[in-house]
C-alpha cells in the first residue's frame, strides 16, 4: 500500500504531518470528542453547546468495542496507558543510576523536548479561542483576562505534553487528543466565573456555532469528493448532503484534515458515512463506490487531526490579555 | 583408540578451520572497481510522462522509477477514469490485454468519453446527436494525440540521472513539455475545437439549457464547498463569529470566480489552491464592509491572507481552475 499527503505548506505544517502520519492507526478509530464531562458550555440537556450532539460512544460501534475486547484478550498487555508526565519538569530530578529508570528518564526527556515543539504548533488554537473570547465578553477585568490567559497557555503546555506522550510512547490508547478541545475547555472554565452570565452565554453560542459550521464544511467536502469521482447529479449532491445531515457524527469532520491524501493511487474515500452514501446511488456508482472505498477507504489510513496545520493566524500578542490594554 | 584419537584430531581440525589468527587479517587489498550502477537516481521520462499528464492531482509532479509492468504495459494502461459512474479502465482492450491504439489516444479518448457522458446525463441526447458528438471528439482528439505524441517520443527510452546537471536540464525541459500537453488536454474540447463548434448546432437548444444549467449548479456548488472549507481554516486562525463569518461568506459567494466544471484531468484544485483562489476572490470584495466586519487584530491577519491570493494570481490562473477565454494553449 503507498500511501502519499499533499505537500505542506510550511515547516511547521510539514513538521506537523510528520508526527499525524506516526500516529497509531487505533488512534484515528477513536478520534472523537469524549464525553463533555468539564466543558462549562455543555448545557444540561446534554447538547454541547460547543460541538452538538456528540455521539458518545466510539467511532467503532458494537463492532469497534467487540474488536477491542477480542485484542484485549488475546494480548491484555498490548495496549499500554502511559504514565502522565508531570508539567514540571523539576520532578524529573537526575537521571537516575539504574539503567532502566535512566532509560525512562532519558525518554521522558525525548517527550518533553517534542513538547516543546507541538507548544509552538497549538498556539493558533490559543490565539483563536483568546479572540473568541475577547469579542463576546469586552467586559472582562485585568486579572480576569491575565487568569485565562494563564489557563490557555497552561492548557497548551499540558495539551503538548499529553500529545507527545501519546506519539512517542502511546501504545494504542483509548482515545486520541483531542488539541482543540483540551486547549478550549480549561479557558472556557476559568473563563466561566469572570463572564457575565450573558457573556458567557454568548461565548458558548459562538463555539456551537463554529462547530455546526465545521460540520457544514464537512459534509459539502464528502459530497464534493464523492461527486468528483462518481458523477453525481445535482439531485443526488442534494440527498446525499441531507442524509448526512440527518445522520451526523461529529468524528466525520474528520474530512476536513483531508489536505489531498492518496491510498493506492486514489484519494481517500468517505467510507464511515457509507450508510448515507449508499442509497443514493445508482448501480454502476454504487460498484465503483464499493471497488473505490475498498481500495482508498479512511478506516484504512484516517487520521484525525483538528487544528490549523498551517501556523497562520493572529500570531502578534494582543496586549489586552496581559491587562496592559483596558478594551 | 587410534581412530577415535585420528577422529578427534580431524575433527579438531575441522573445527579450527574457520578460525583466524591476527595476522590472517594483514592483507587489505581494495575490491576490485565495479562500476556501481546509479539505478537509485535513473528516471524512465517516458513512464513518468504519462504518470504526470495523465495521473497527478493538481499541476504537483511525480517520479516515479522506470514502470513497467510484466506485459509490458506503461503506467497509464492503468489510468481509470469514471464515466458518470461507469468505471473504464484505459489502454486496455476487452480481454484486457495490450491496448488497441496509442495509449495517448485511449486516454484522451477516456476523458473524453466522460464529458460526454455529463452531457447525455443533462440533456439525453438522441443515437444521433451522440454520434455527431463523438466524430467531432474523435476529430479532436487525434488533432491533440499527434501534438502530445510528438512531445512524448522525446522522452522514449530516456533515463535521466537527477543528480547531474544535464540530468536536471532534461527533466526541467520534460516538465515544460508535460505542462504544455496539459494545457493541450484542458482545451482539447473547448476553444476553436470541433467539438465545442458543433456541440450549438447539434443540440436543440432546450438540450443546451439543461447543459447551461447542470454547469452552473456543478460550478455554484464546487465553489460553495471551497469558500466552507476555506472558511474553517479561516476560523481557526481568526476566530471569527458568526456574523463576521456571515459577511465573508456572502461576499464571496456573491463573487463566483467561474470555475472550470469540465475538466478533462484528474482532481487539479488540491486544498492549497483552493484556498489562495478564496483569499484572491476575497481580496476582489470591497474591503470595506469586511474591515467593518472584524476587529483590527483580525483584519491585520485577513488583510495579510488577501495578499497572499492576490500574489499568487497568475500562478493560480495557470493551474486551470478557471474558465479561460478560448484561444490556443500557448508555450
Redo the contacts between chains.
Keep these: 500500500m503507498t500511501m502519499r499527503g ?2 505542506p ?1 510550511t515547516p511547521i505544517a510539514a513538521a506537523a504531518a510528520c508526527l499525524l502520519v506516526l500516529t497509531p492507526p487505533g488512534a484515528a478509530i477513536f478520534a472523537e470528542k469524549p464525553a463533555a464531562d468539564g466543558d462549562p458550555t455543555v448545557a444540561e440537556d446534554g447538547d454541547d453547546a460547543a460541538g452538538g450532539r456528540a455521539s458518545r460512544g466510539p467511532v467503532g460501534g458494537i463492532l469497534g468495542i467487540g474488536v477491542r475486547a477480542v485484542f484485549d484478550a488475546i494480548a491484555p498487555g498490548a495496549r499500554r496507558t502511559p504514565q502522565p508526565i508531570p508539567i514540571d519538569e523539576g520532578e524529573d530530578g537526575e537521571m537516575p543510576n539504574d539503567p532502566a529508570r535512566a532509560q525512562a528518564w532519558q525518554q521522558r526527556k525525548q517527550v518533553r523536548q517534542q513538547a516543546k515543539h507541538m507548544e509552538q504548533i497549538f498556539q ?2 490559543l ?6 473570547i ?3 465578553c469586552p467586559d472582562l477585568t485585568g486579572e480576569a483576562r491575565r487568569e485565562i490567559l494563564a489557563a490557555g497557555r497552561a492548557a497548551v503546555t499540558k495539551t503538548a505534553l499529553e500529545f507527545a506522550t501519546q506519539q512517542l510512547i502511546g501504545g494504542q490508547p483509548r482515545l486520541a487528543v483531542d488539541a482543540r478541545r483540551s486547549i478550549r475547555v480549561p479557558m472556557a472554565t476559568a473563563l466561566k466565573p469572570h463572564a457575565s452570565a450573558e457573556q458567557f452565554a454568548a461565548y458558548g ?2 463555539q456551537q ?2 462547530h455546526a ?2 460540520a ?2 464537512a459534509r ?2 464528502i ?2 469528493k464523492l ?5 453525481l ?2 439531485a443526488q ?1 442534494r440527498a446525499i448532503e441531507e442524509d448526512l445531515e440527518g445522520h451526523w457524527e461529529d468524528a466525520w469532520v474528520r474530512e ?1 484534515d483531508d ?2 491524501m ?1 491510498i493506492n ?1 486514489e ?1 481517500t474515500a468517505p467510507d464511515y458515512a457509507k450508510a448515507c452514501i449508499d442509497p443514493h ?2 448501480e ?2 454504487l ?2 463506490w464499493q ?1 473505490w472505498h475498498r481500495a482508498a477507504g479512511q478506516a484504512v489510513g484516517g487520521f484525525h487531526a483538528g ?2 496545520l ?1 501556523g ?5 500578542p ?1 496586549r489586552w490579555w496581559s491587562g496592559e490594554e483596558e478594551r | 583408540m587410534i581412530r577415535s584419537l585420528q577422529a578427534c584430531l580431524c575433527a579438531g581440525v575441522v573445527a579450527g578451520l574457520p578460525a583466524l589468527a591476527d595476522d590472517d587479517r594483514i592483507v587489505d587489498q581494495p575490491e576490485p572497481a565495479v562500476s556501481q550502477p546509479e539505478q537509485q537516481h535513473l528516471i524512465d521520462l517516458a513512464a513518468n510522462f504519462d504518470a504526470n499528464l495523465f ?1 497527478q ?2 499541476n ?1 509532479w511525480v517520479l516515479r522509477g522506470g514502470v513497467q509492468f510484466g506485459n509490458g504495459l506503461n503506467v497509464r494502461d492503468r489510468v481509470r477514469v ?6 473504464i479502465i484505459a489502454g486496455a482492450d476487452a480481454s484486457g490485454g495490450r491496448p488497441a491504439e496509442s495509449p495517448t489516444r485511449a486516454s484522451v479518448r477516456l476523458l473524453a468519453e ?1 464529458r460526454l ?2 452531457i447525455a ?1 443533462a440533456c439525453a441526447l438522441t443515437e444521433l446527436q451522440r454520434r455527431d458528438l463523438r466524430l467531432a471528439i474523435e476529430s479532436d482528439i487525434r488533432r491533440c494525440t499527434a501534438e502530445i505524441e510528438a512531445l512524448r517520443g522525446k522522452y522514449a527510452g530516456v533515463r535521466v540521472n537527477l543528480n547531474d546537471q544535464e540530468g536536471q536540464k532534461t527533466w526541467h525541459q520534460f516538465q515544460q513539455d508535460v505542462q504544455h500537453c496539459r494545457r493541450i488536454l484542458r482545451n482539447v474540447l473547448d476553444g476553436d475545437s470541433l467539438f465545442a463548434s458543433v456541440l450549438p448546432t447539434t443540440l436543440e437548444a432546450g438540450q443546451l439549457a439543461g447543459i447551461e444549467e ?1 454547469t452552473r ?2 460550478r455554484s ?2 465553489w ?2 471551497m469558500v ?2 476555506t ?3 479561516m ?8 456574523v463576521q ?1 456571515d459577511v465573508i461568506e456572502k461576499a464571496l459567494l456573491a463573487r463566483d470566480p467561474g470555475l472550470r466544471v469540465a475538466e478533462l484531468k484528474p ?1 487539479q484544485d ?3 489552491l483552493q484556498q489562495n483562489l478564496v483569499y484572491l476572490v476575497l481580496s476582489e470584495c470591497e474591503p470595506s464592509s469586511l474591515r467593518k466586519a472584524v ?1 483590527e ?2 483584519w ?2 485577513l488583510a ?2 488577501m495578499n497572499q491570493g492576490k500574489s499568487m494570481r497568475s500562478w493560480i490562473e495557470q493551474q486551470g481552475i478557471l474558465d479561460q477565454p478560448s484561444g490556443p494553449p500557448q508555450r
Design positions: 499533499a505537500t505548506s493558533p488554537l490565539h483563536t479561542e483568546l479572540e473568541m475577547r469579542q463576546t453560542r459562538e456555532a463554529r459550521r465545521r457544514r464544511a459539502v467536502a459530497v464534493a461527486d468528483r469521482h462518481l458523477d447529479s445535482a449532491r476536513l489536505n489531498g492518496v493511487g484519494r446511488l445508482d454502476r456508482q460498484s465503483e471497488r487544528w490549523n498551517d497562520q493566524g493572529l500570531h502578534e494582543d | 495521473e492531482q493538481g504537483g469514471m464515466a458518470n459512474g461507469r468505471l466522460k457522458e455529463r446525463a447542470e449548479q456543478r456548488f464546487r460553495r464547498v466552507a472549507a472558511l474553517t481554516r476560523d481557526d486562525m481568526l476566530g471569527l463569529t458568526q463569518h482532481e488540491t486544498t492549497h476587529s487584530r483580525q491585520k491577519s495579510l491572507l
